[in-house]
């Protein structure tokens, strides 16, 4: 029986590790070694929770002090926040830094230089490895084929890659010489990717021939010439080859990744862009309420100082960790949390290119013991699924190298937390239920190794970060009563716009509530200030942790020839958390039968790729709508669930 923190090390909670107590206590000797225990004695607090207080008070102080301390600068900054331009809010503007800089180069000057940076392993089974140095002359070859590509600071790459190290060296590349990427997840398809190209007018794109997932090739280039067809911009189409299968090349745009880093424009010599630190790092898409996804942009300086905060304080990341977060490089966990962060830590990390039960469900367990992993970081979706195939999986493997666990994307139920605490924590690893989004760059709500947990509760705040719950109006909601996830204070890592749409940044994020930051979720508090996140409350489906809008769905929908109109939700499901339900009108002469509904549904997934496949098309005579012609998803939902509709009265008659 491990020993668990006596309740003094832990803040005012006084319960202990019983059967009757709410609580979950993290192991002493965790607590203990903790990185965010010494930096609160450090700076003489009583407990974390002291700390955690004060960094929410003073919170340009605390930015500052980890702005120093995380990071390192070509020109230390001499302000920390400038709001004059609210809520274009800004953050040590006047310093010069590079976020490849302190991911890389900073490492190879020190012993670092041979540590292990990048595990990879593919689906296969074979794997690949790259040290600090490696990968910092990887990194410099691209940047150089790039720049001979004539991309410079400012222009923008679109990456669509499946999850090998090409995609962090692409990204990495990128970032060196000042140009932002924009990555598309390699599960989108055609549509997406076009628009996402569209909007970001990248003159490159970077893809491979194609990925393996549960053992089948994906198509990616065939995808994306597809893609470019309606992309007149795209002038260059870099392709990685992973699996080796035929693709067309097309003679003048098309040029093989391996060739080019080849040649010798491909120097392994590059200097890293010295930029000001609001120069912008990357966008990425995410669903937002209505019409095409957005650009969310962040910035070189503040996010690498709250994406390496986090991960230092709350997932506890040290030098000789093997960590490991299952997450797609494609996604925002992924930039955060696979490509960025660990390696401004210096850490050691796993990467996995497949499915995690493949060939068989103990594959991700296998990969734990075969490693030595020490810090796990998936999504609830990824546990429920595994949870299914039951214990004897994870049993068969030795997980006690696993020392802390996390979670994200969505709310994760409280049975899969008990399952995830005691099967593959062995009742020894806390879980880090961290809430943060796109918008947010790294995480906001989220316990630190020394908090006492509750099974589905994200717990607090994390440090620097003022978030509360609040009724329609902005007032501070009660106890357990729901309410609206706000922000009050800017926070480094924060997108900084909307890509080409500062209108629509200000309307959706900081209009709501004048002056407070609106994440788009529900939420309530418990009595211990706790906060339980519900979900959505806009038009945005989480499907197995992917966030999709029911408007793309809808005009996917509406883009076959027998559609005339469509809605979209989101029902519950067992390992998905959400599934997406669809409601056609289909046009004069269309017959409603078993072969059209498979039609759409194939339909979906091959114009939005494979996520967004809906579970159900039902064909229905007309659609709930208010007199504006909105349709009304939320009496939908109602009816799909057999619930009370609540208030029709804006319904057209
Ligand atoms: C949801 C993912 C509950 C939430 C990093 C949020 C969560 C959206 C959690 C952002 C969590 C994420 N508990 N809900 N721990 N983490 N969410 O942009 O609805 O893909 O607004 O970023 O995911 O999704 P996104």
Not at 248 to 254: A, S
Not at 551 to 559: F, G, Y
Not at 620 to 647: C, F, H, N, Q, Y
């Amino acid at each position: 029986m491990t020993e668990h923190a006596a309740p003094t090390t832990v803040g005012q909670f006084s319960a202990s590790n019983d059967a009757e107590s709410a609580f979950y206590y993290p192991p002493a000797a965790l607590v203990e070694n903790s990185n965010v225990l010494a930096y609160a004695r450090e700076k003489g607090f009583a407990d974390v929770e002291a700390m955690r207080q004060w960094s929410i008070e003073h919170y340009q102080d605390f930015w500052a002090d980890m702005a120093t301390r995380m990071v390192d600068w070509y020109m230390p900054f001499s302000k920390v926040l400038d709001d004059s331009k609210a809520p274009f809010y800004q953050w040590f503007n006047d310093g010069k830094i590079n976020i490849v800089h302190n991911a890389l180069d900073r490492h190879v000057k020190t012993w670092r230089k041979n540590k292990l940076a990048l595990i990879w392993e593919s689906e296969k089974g074979d794997n690949k490895t790259y040290s600090y140095w490696q990968l910092f002359k990887r990194v410099n070859k691209f940047a150089n084929v790039l720049k001979s590509m004539g991309v410079k600071k400012g222009d923008t790459v679109t990456i669509y890659l499946p999850r090998v190290p090409e995609i962090v060296i692409a990204m990495l590349a990128c970032a060196k010489i000042g140009a932002m990427h924009s990555v598309v997840y390699g599960g989108f398809s055609v549509e997406a990717l076009q628009t996402r190209i569209q909007d970001a007018q990248s003159r490159v794109v970077i893809t491979a021939d194609g990925g393996y997932m549960n053992g089948k090739v994906v198509e990616l280039k065939k995808i994306t010439d597809d893609a470019i067809k309606h992309s007149p911009v795209v002038e260059i189409v870099i392709v990685v080859k992973r699996t080796g299968h035929e693709v067309e090349m097309q003679q003048g745009r098309d040029l093989w990744y391996e060739e080019l880093m080849a040649l010798p424009i491909a120097s392994t010599k590059c200097e890293t862009e010295q930029l000001d630190a609001e120069h912008p790092l990357y966008m990425l898409y995410t669903s937002g309420t209505t019409g095409a996804p957005k650009g969310l942009v962040h910035t070189h300086g503040g996010y690498q100082v709250g994406v390496a905060t986090t991960l230092h304080f709350n997932l506890d990341i040290k030098e000789d960790d093997v960590y490991w977060c299952a997450a797609d490089p494609g996604w925002v966990t992924g930039h955060s949390y696979i490509v960025y962060g660990p390696l401004m830590l210096g850490a050691t990390q796993v990467m996995y290119e497949g499915a995690p039960t493949f060939p068989f469900p103990n594959r991700w367990w296998n990969i734990v013991e075969r490693y030595g992993v020490t810090v796990l970081y998936t999504a609830p979706t990824a546990i429920r699924g595994l949870m299914r195939f039951g214990e004897a999986w994870p049993n068969r493997h030795d997980l006690g190298s696993l020392r802390l666990l996390g979670s994200v994307g969505e709310p994760i139920n409280p049975e899969a937390w008990r399952w995830y605490h005691r099967v593959i924590g062995r009742n020894n690893c806390p879980i880090m239920d961290t809430w943060w989004q796109t918008e947010t760059g790294s995480m906001m709500i989220t316990p630190n190794p020394t908090t006492p947990l509750k099974p589905g509760s994200g717990t607090r705040a994390s440090f620097g970060i003022d978030a509360d719950v609040v009724n329609d109006q902005g007032e501070h909601a009660s106890d357990d009563e729901d309410g609206l996830l706000i922000i009050r204070n800017p926070w480094p890592s924060m997108l900084r716009t909307i890509y080409n749409n500062p209108e629509r940044y200000i309307e959706q994020y900081w209009s709501r509530i004048p002056g407070v930051y609106t994440a788009g979720d529900s939420a309530r508090k418990d009595e211990d200030g706790y906060f339980w996140v519900i979900g959505r409350i806009d038009d945005v489906i989480k499907v197995s942790g992917y966030r999709l809008g029911t408007a793309e769905v809808e005009s996917a929908l509406v883009s076959h020839p027998s559609v005339a109109e469509a809605a979209a939700i989101g029902l519950p499901h067992e390992v998905k958390g959400n599934a997406i339900h669809t409601f056609v009108i289909l046009k004069n002469g269309y017959e409603a039968n078993q072969d059209l509904e498979d039609a759409l549904i194939a339909h979906v997934g091959k114009v939005m790729g494979p996520i967004a496949r809906p579970e159900a098309v039902q064909f229905v005579p007309s659609l709930p709508k208010t007199r504006s012609g909105k349709i009304m998803r939320r009496v939908l939902k109602a009816r799909a669930l057999g619930l009370p509709e609540g208030d029709l009265s804006t319904l057209e008659q």
